[in-house]
C-alpha cells in the first residue's frame, strides 16, 4: 500500500556524517509516524529513532541519542535521518519504516511498511 525507498547509504570515516532519505510513494504519509531501524550482521534489528506525523515529537535509541536527527518534509512526502560523530558500529543496514498510523513506537513488530533498507558502513 505504501511504498519506501531509502537512499544515501555509503562509506564514511569514523566522525563523518550521512544523511539518509526515505521517500514514501502510494500514499501520503502526512499523518504518519514514521521510523528507522538498523541492522547488523549476526544482530538483532535495533530501534534507532521514531518521529511521530507532524515532527513535534520525536524518540531516539540510547546507542544514537544525541548523534543522530530524525525529521520529516510531509510536503515531499519524505523522511530523513541525520547521522553526525559516526562510529564503526553504526555499521549497518538501515531501514524506514511507518506504522501507518499517527503514533510511533520503539518496536518493530508494530510498523506495517518497510523500505529495501541502505548500506551504512563506517570505517576506522
Known amino acids: 500500500q505504501v511504498q519506501l525507498v531509502e537512499s544515501g547509504g555509503g562509506l564514511v570515516q569514523a566522525g563523518g556524517s550521512l544523511r539518509l532519505s526515505c521517500a514514501a510513494s502510494g500514499r501520503t504519509i502526512s499523518y504518519y509516524a514514521m521510523g528507522w531501524f538498523r541492522q547488523a550482521p549476526g544482530k538483532e534489528r535495533e530501534f534507532v529513532a521514531t518521529?511521530?506525523?507532524?515532527?513535534?515529537?520525536?524518540t531516539y535509541g540510547d546507542s544514537v541519542k544525541g548523534r543522530f536527527t530524525i525529521s520529516r518534509d510531509n510536503r515531499k512526502n519524505t523522511v530523513y535521518l541525520q547521522m553526525d560523530s559516526l562510529k564503526p558500529e553504526d555499521t549497518a543496514v538501515y531501514y524506514c519504516a511507518t506504522t501507518g498510523r499517527t503514533s510511533g513506537s520503539q518496536y518493530y513488530r508494530e510498523y506495517n511498511y518497510w523500505g529495501q533498507g541502505t548500506q551504512v558502513t563506517v570505517s576506522s
Open positions: 518521529i511521530n506525523w507532524s515532527g513535534g515529537y520525536t
